[in-house]
């Protein structure tokens, strides 16, 4: 499996990354973010690998597929969530793209560990959807229409 397009594949902004193995963690997700009218294509990583080759293939701030910010689980198959932020730190260009922890875990190690290899924002994910969709509204109000980007029109600002 790969990365797929799986949440408005025609909108013109740049696209929002979800890594995320859980099936049902994914559907509120891309149901939250279709109830706060989110219009950013989303693409969907499945796992540590998936998100790696994303990262090592998308190299090209002015191509339009190159992210405006990714959410990221920390427990992962194949690799771990850490490890996909350390490989994501260590590309020049990828260094300026925002990374969201959304994961279960409050354990201050995940939390530091997170923050030591350059997480922009750690959120533990609520368990109901009316939480978490509160969350996605948050999300959305400040990395997607306040937080400037480095990169050329990255979602119309």
């Not at 990583?45 to 920390?74: M, Q």
Request: hydrophobic share 40%.
């Amino acid at each position: 499996m790969t990365f797929q397009l799986v949440l408005n594949p025609g909108s013109p902004l740049r696209p929002i990354v979800v890594v995320e193995d859980n099936e049902m963690d994914l559907d509120f997700c891309l149901q939250a973010f279709e109830e706060h009218a989110i219009a950013n294509p989303v693409v969907s990583c499945r796992d540590g690998e998936e998100a790696i080759r994303f990262i090592d293939t998308h190299v090209d701030p002015t191509d339009p597929k190159f992210p405006l910010l990714v959410l990221l689980d920390l427990r992962l198959p194949k690799v771990d969530g850490i490890d996909v932020l350390r490989h994501a730190r260590q590309q020049p260009l990828w260094k300026q793209v925002p990374f969201i922890v959304l994961t279960t875990s409050s354990q201050n190690a995940d939390i530091s560990a997170a923050y030591q290899h350059g997480v922009n924002s750690y959120i533990v994910k609520p368990v109901d959807f009316g939480s978490f969709a509160e969350v996605v509204k948050h999300i959305k109000v400040y990395w997607i229409l306040t937080n400037e980007t480095p990169f050329p029109s990255a979602n119309g600002h």
